[in-house]
C-alpha cells in the first residue's frame, strides 16, 4: 500500500505581530471566553497574529525571494494602530473561528496588505485575489466534526495597539493545529 502523496514546498504567510502587552490582554480574554467550550481549540499566544497575505504552499526556493520582494515593499511603511472592536465567529452559518475584529482607523494595515499584495503579484509570487484585508485575530478553532452554538462573551480588551514587527512565518500542520515558524522579521516605522 502507498502512503499519501506529501504536497511539496512550504505553507507561508506574511503577519503583523502583536506586541507584548496586547498579546498578553487577549490571551486573558481568549481563555476567559473558550473555557467550559470544549468545541472550541484555543490558538497559543505565540500564534496570535495579524494575517497580512496567506501565500499558501509555495517551493522552498521561493522563500527568500517571498521575502525580499515584501520586505522591499515595506520600506517606509507605518506601523498600523488597532483597535479591538468586538468578536466575530466566522463564518456565520457554521463557524470555524472566533476572532476579534480590529479597526484599521489610520488604514496602514490595508495600505500594508496593499503593498505586499502588489509587490508579490507583480514578482509573479502571489494572486491576490479579490478580497480585501480583513483586520482581525483568530483567538479560537472549532475542532474538528465539532459545532459551535450559542458562543456569548465579553467585549475583548478595548486597547489601541501598535503592530510594528511584519514576519514571515511557515505553517506546518499538526493534527493538534498548525504551528508556525518564523522565518524573517522586519520592523515598521
Request: proline fraction near 10%; charged fraction near 25%; avoid cysteine.
Amino acid at each position: 500500500m502507498n502512503a499519501p502523496a506529501v504536497p511539496e514546498g512550504v505553507r507561508l504567510f506574511l503577519a503583523l505581530d502583536l506586541p507584548g502587552g496586547a498579546r498578553e490582554a487577549i490571551g486573558r480574554w481568549r481563555d476567559s471566553a473558550v473555557r467550559g467550550r470544549a468545541e472550541l481549540r484555543p490558538v497559543p499566544d505565540e500564534a496570535l497574529h495579524v494575517t497580512v497575505v496567506f501565500l499558501g504552499r509555495r517551493p522552498r526556493e521561493m522563500v527568500d525571494r517571498v521575502w525580499q520582494t515584501a520586505a522591499s515593499s515595506l520600506a517606509g511603511r507605518t506601523a498600523p494602530t488597532f483597535t479591538p472592536a468586538g468578536s466575530k465567529t466566522v463564518p456565520p452559518r457554521r463557524p470555524r473561528v472566533l476572532a476579534i475584529d480590529l479597526e484599521d482607523r489610520g488604514g496602514e494595515a490595508a495600505a500594508v496588505h496593499q503593498a505586499v499584495s502588489v509587490a508579490l503579484a507583480e514578482a509573479g509570487l502571489h494572486d491576490p485575489g479579490p478580497r480585501a484585508l480583513w483586520p482581525h485575530v483568530t483567538v479560537a478553532r472549532v475542532r474538528t466534526r465539532a459545532r459551535l452554538h450559542d458562543l456569548e462573551v465579553s467585549p475583548p480588551p478595548a486597547a489601541a495597539f501598535t503592530a510594528r514587527t511584519v514576519t514571515l512565518y511557515r505553517s506546518d500542520l499538526h493534527p493538534a493545529g498548525a504551528r508556525y515558524v518564523a522565518l524573517e522579521r522586519l520592523e515598521l516605522a
